[in-house]
Structure formats: structure tokens, C-alpha cells
């Protein structure tokens, strides 16, 4: 089993920043991929950024230049730096690691901006 562990979410005044850590623990593989996916009320689970094992980083095109996705391979953790918050990005955010065995998710972490 894979457990993945979110923390750093809270409430923020608008352009404030926040950084999210999720560290995975358990029978860990070697992660293909890790990121971060978020939920605001009534709508679907969408992806916010991930990155790859060979480094490189997608963002979704409404938190490019605000948010930084980073990976710790030594701690098996990634984090995600977000700077320049707004209300829209208020939402539940969810870890996310994938190996060849399949995809985990870690419980939720909230965020909340608003002044």
C-alpha cells in the first residue's frame, strides 16, 4: 500500500502565497509521475500540475506563472509553491502519484482564499 500525506493548506488573502507538501510513504515504486489535482465545490477534480520523472512540469494554463511544482526524490515528496492566490483558486487540493501498479491519492488538503 501507498499513503500520501497533503499539508499546507489554509486560508489566505488574495495574492498571498501558500506551498503544499505531500510525502508519500508505504510500498513505494518508483513514481512516473506526481501531482497535484484540485475541487472546488460542485465541480470535477482537475488537474493543476504534475511533474514527470525525467523532470519535466505541466502546468494548467490558468496558474502558469504563479504556481512551481517541485519533486524530492530523496524524500519522495513534491511540493507546489502558489504565489499570486485568487478566489477562483479556492478548491480542495489533491496529491497524486502514479507507478506501474496503478494511481494513488492522498485525503485532501483545503484552500481557501479570500479577504
Known amino acids: 500500500q501507498v499513503q500520501l500525506v497533503e499539508s499546507g493548506g489554509g486560508l489566505v488573502q488574495p495574492g498571498g502565497s501558500l506551498r503544499l507538501s505531500c510525502v508519500a510513504s508505504?510500498?513505494?515504486?518508483?513514481?512516473?509521475?506526481m501531482g497535484w489535482y484540485r475541487q472546488a465545490p460542485g465541480k470535477q477534480r482537475d488537474l493543476v500540475a504534475n511533474?514527470?520523472?525525467?523532470?519535466?512540469?505541466n502546468y494548467v494554463d490558468s496558474v502558469k506563472g504563479r504556481f512551481t511544482i517541485s519533486r524530492d526524490n530523496a524524500k519522495n515528496t513534491v511540493y507546489l509553491q502558489m504565489n499570486s492566490l485568487k478566489p477562483a483558486d479556492t478548491a480542495v487540493y489533491y496529491c497524486?502519484?502514479?507507478?506501474?501498479?496503478?494511481?494513488?491519492w492522498g485525503q485532501g488538503t483545503q484552500v481557501t482564499v479570500s479577504s
Open positions: 508505504g510500498s513505494i515504486f518508483s513514481f512516473y509521475a
Open positions: 511533474i514527470i520523472s525525467g523532470g519535466s512540469t
Open positions: 497524486n502519484a502514479r507507478d506501474p501498479r496503478g494511481s494513488y
